[in-house]
């Protein structure tokens, strides 16, 4: 809908090398459909082809029309507006910034942060139960119990828990504009949100100007 105005299902979009996006570690089930349709690159943080969104390269700055986040901000170290700050800077004047995370829809609450002062870590483990073992930047020594791992392979370390207004003050912080989420069911695609209050998935602009 955001790219072609209109929704069409993704093994029906058109070949359109000429619209380039990014991926975050997505799914192949999607991924390959995307590149063989459109020019994109599905990008890892720990294998080519490369991308820490925490520390993005300049040439890499303004280069998409449109970059896609699939329940990958949850897993960003701290601190969290810097991955935001940056996937505004991967797009175009213009550029659409597709976005899921896990969060709930709680007025008043606040995103919960695991750890906050996550600095130099490792994950340990003592007695067939894991720990998160860091030293903040000001060498303090801390020790989590009974991390909460999911998403990809191995240990993915779940470092917060989203809450929808801090997503949204986020996006406007970062300069995004055009914020919608998206909630509606689509029948015709199978999509019902009827069962689900929270974690919608969100786009968002970066501004033509």
């Given at each position: 809908?955001?790219?072609?105005?209109?929704?069409?299902?993704?093994?029906?979009?058109?070949?359109?090398?000429?619209?380039?996006?990014?991926?975050?570690?997505?799914?192949?089930?999607?991924?390959?459909?995307?590149?063989?349709?459109?020019?994109?690159?599905?990008?890892?943080?720990?294998?080519?082809?490369?991308?820490?969104?925490?520390?993005?390269?300049?040439?890499?700055?303004?280069?998409?029309?449109?970059?896609?986040?699939?329940?990958?901000?949850?897993?960003?170290?701290?601190?969290?507006?810097?991955?935001?700050?940056?996937?505004?800077?991967?797009?175009?004047?213009?550029?659409?910034?597709?976005?899921?995370v896990?969060?709930?829809?709680?007025?008043?609450?606040?995103?919960?942060?695991?750890?906050?002062?996550?600095?130099?870590?490792?994950?340990?483990?003592?007695?067939?139960?894991?720990?998160?073992?860091?030293?903040?930047?000001?060498?303090?020594?801390?020790?989590?119990?009974?991390?909460?791992?999911?998403?990809?392979?191995?240990q993915?370390?779940?470092?917060?828990?989203?809450?929808?207004d801090?997503?949204?003050?986020?996006?406007?912080?970062?300069?995004?504009?055009?914020?919608?989420?998206?909630?509606?069911?689509?029948?015709?695609?199978?999509?019902?949100?009827?069962?689900?209050?929270?974690?919608?998935?969100?786009?968002?602009?970066?501004?033509?100007?």
């Open positions: 809908m955001e790219i072609f105005g209109q929704s069409i299902p993704l093994p029906d979009f058109p070949v359109r090398k000429d619209i380039s996006g990014l991926g975050m570690s997505d799914s192949d089930n999607y991924s390959q459909i995307l590149v063989e349709r459109l020019n994109f690159v599905n990008t890892f943080y720990d294998h080519e082809p490369y991308l820490d969104i925490t520390c993005i390269h300049p040439d890499q700055e303004q280069k998409y029309d449109f970059v896609l986040s699939s329940d990958v901000f949850e897993h960003v170290i701290p601190p969290i507006a810097d991955a935001f700050d940056n996937a505004f800077k991967l797009l175009r004047p213009g550029g659409l910034f597709v976005f899921t896990p969060y709930l829809d709680n007025p008043g609450a606040k995103t919960i942060e695991h750890y906050p002062e996550l600095h130099r870590f490792e994950i340990i483990k003592r007695d067939e139960k894991f720990f998160v073992s860091n030293y903040t930047k000001d060498a303090v020594y801390q020790e989590f119990s009974d991390p909460t791992f999911h998403g990809g392979d191995g993915t370390l779940e470092m917060r828990f989203f809450e929808k801090d997503v949204i003050a986020l996006l406007n912080n970062s300069g995004f504009v055009d914020i919608v989420i998206h909630y509606e069911d689509v029948p015709g695609f199978g999509i019902f949100w009827h069962e689900t209050q929270h974690s919608w998935p969100i786009t968002a602009r970066r501004p033509k100007q």
